[in-house]
């Protein structure tokens, strides 16, 4: 279909539930979307779905139902000649974030509903874009991102062609019951993040990292990123990253010290850990079992263990990998399978740890009972 003509109710051939608009000069047609997008919290099972192949486009109508079904309702203004239109976008999701790369070949404006159920962060990788969100002027650029909040509206005036963006969104209920852990107190919603987010160099630059990370380990249908021993304390630390680089009220009450935990509350960590290593443990589902903060645990850990409760459940991994490897015959048994059945993603760094603390690699512990 193209963009002048009668307002229609279908895409090829499938009847529109949800309707948003195409404009260009004066002439609008209507065109619908699939809202698939779950409510997923932290806390709840995560789930990974497939990563979306790349998907390209010349039609107006199909970019809109495609960006719907990854993102939100929206309407798509064509800044320059409709014949120079096309779209290329490539979606991943992991638990409650979804994060698209997304580019349109002809400069476009962009106009969202007032409200959103999730917090979305704009990223460019190439290129700038201009919007307004909350009544502030935005410009989006390589060294600086933009947050949105889910309320209020959220508008593109200016989506350059060529411009290359990481689209990030993240359910507002995962984000505040996070940030809820963290603080073992409760926060006000949304989040009053700040709009403007630099992310050229430090923590921030190496969150769009992690992200760019996840966005390439997920393009492959058989990640150990989709095992759910690694992808959930990945999303939780994407989570709790940007947390941590973001600009809001609460930032400074993450950064202060927290009290130690509790000898009984670090025993019990302990006691959870042992008995459930092959379980996708989180420091957050930790310290909710334990009934202190994410923070108090953590403090905890670190005092009377010298270690973090994550690296205390990679060791008790180590251990139980270890053993297995001991016991495992060689003919039947790789390092490989092993390491992966206990959540080791790197070969390298799982060869190292095992030396380090057995003073043998791990093909020499496979092969020294045989």
Not at 206 to 226: E, G
């Amino acid at each position: 279909m193209g963009v002048s003509g009668n307002n229609v109710g279908t895409v090829d051939g499938n009847p529109q539930r949800h309707p948003c608009t195409v404009v260009h000069d004066t002439v609008t047609r209507s065109v619908g979307s699939d809202d698939n997008d779950g409510k997923n919290a932290m806390g709840e099972a995560l789930q990974v779905a497939p990563s979306d192949p790349w998907f390209r486009t010349r039609s107006p109508e199909r970019a809109i139902h495609r960006c719907e079904t990854a993102f939100y309702p929206h309407r798509l203004r064509l800044l320059g000649r409709s014949d120079g239109f096309g779209l290329s976008q490539r979606v991943t999701r992991v638990g409650p974030i979804t994060v698209g790369d997304i580019t349109y070949e002809t400069d476009v404006g962009l106009g969202f509903d007032e409200t959103r159920a999730d917090y979305h962060v704009c990223v460019p990788l190439k290129g700038w874009l201009e919007s307004r969100h909350r009544g502030q002027q935005l410009t989006s650029t390589p060294a600086l991102a933009s947050v949105y909040r889910p309320d209020g509206e959220m508008t593109v005036h200016r989506w350059p062609g060529g411009s290359r963006h990481l689209a990030v969104k993240i359910d507002q209920v995962a984000v505040e019951r996070a940030l809820e852990t963290l603080l073992d107190s409760p926060v006000g919603s949304p989040i009053a993040f700040s709009a403007s987010l630099p992310v050229q160099a430090g923590a921030a630059h190496s969150w769009v990292r992690l992200l760019l990370m996840v966005q390439r380990q997920l393009d492959c249908p058989d990640s150990l990123i989709r095992n759910p021993l690694v992808w959930d304390p990945l999303a939780e630390s994407l989570i709790h990253g940007l947390l941590l680089v973001a600009d809001h009220p609460y930032r400074q009450a993450l950064a202060a010290p927290a009290v130690p935990g509790r000898p009984a509350a670090v025993r019990d960590a302990m006691d959870i850990i042992e008995a459930g290593p092959h379980l996708p443990l989180t420091t957050s589902a930790l310290a909710k079992q334990c009934h202190v903060s994410v923070r108090t645990l953590q403090e905890g850990f670190q005092r009377h263990l010298g270690m973090s409760p994550m690296a205390y459940v990679r060791m008790i991994r180590l251990r139980r990998a270890h053993r297995d490897l001991r016991s495992a015959d060689p003919a039947h048994t790789t390092v490989a399978c092993l390491a992966h059945r206990w959540g080791f993603t790197h070969l390298g760094r799982f060869a190292a740890a095992h030396q380090r603390m057995y003073g043998q690699t791990p093909l020499q512990a496979l092969h020294a009972a045989h």
